[in-house]
């Protein structure tokens, strides 16, 4: 094996182990399905109340969101978090059914999902895909 060949698979090696391609990355986020699920659940139940998504950063503890509806100031009438949601890796994967309402839309339902992490700090994202 010549030395620049060997240089390479090296560099292959090394970078692979950086980026956690072995799952060890993954397992050490590991999400803790019950806190996702709560924590959803206290995200959601906010937003019902009136409260801005900012707010989450000032609670203890912390929590990252991120709802483009609910930053542009779509109300959410009612929420309805549909079964235990599927843990994948570091994100539970909930669906949720929305009732909102907003100005230019109106009154509207619809099914969404939401990705929640619990390490290595609390976030709860809305998917761009249901």
């Not at 620049?4 to 950086?18: D, E, G, P, Q, Y």
């Not at 939401?114 to 895909?129: D, E, H, K, M, Q």
């Amino acid at each position: 094996m010549t030395k620049k060949r060997s240089n390479v698979l090296l560099f292959i090696f090394a970078l692979n182990a950086l980026s956690g391609c072995g799952g060890y990355s993954a397992k050490m986020h590991r999400v803790e399905s019950t806190l996702a699920r709560g924590t959803l659940e206290s995200v959601l139940k906010s937003w019902q109340d009136g409260a801005a998504p900012e707010s989450w950063q000032e609670k203890k503890p912390k929590v990252v969101v991120q709802d483009m509806e609910w930053q542009a100031g779509t109300k959410l009438n009612t929420f309805e978090i549909l079964g235990d949601g599927e843990a994948i890796d570091a994100n539970l994967y909930c669906k949720v059914k929305l009732k909102l309402e907003s100005p230019g839309k109106g009154k509207r339902e619809q099914t969404v999902t939401y990705l929640v992490g619990t390490s290595p700090v609390l976030t709860v994202f809305r998917s761009a895909i249901p």
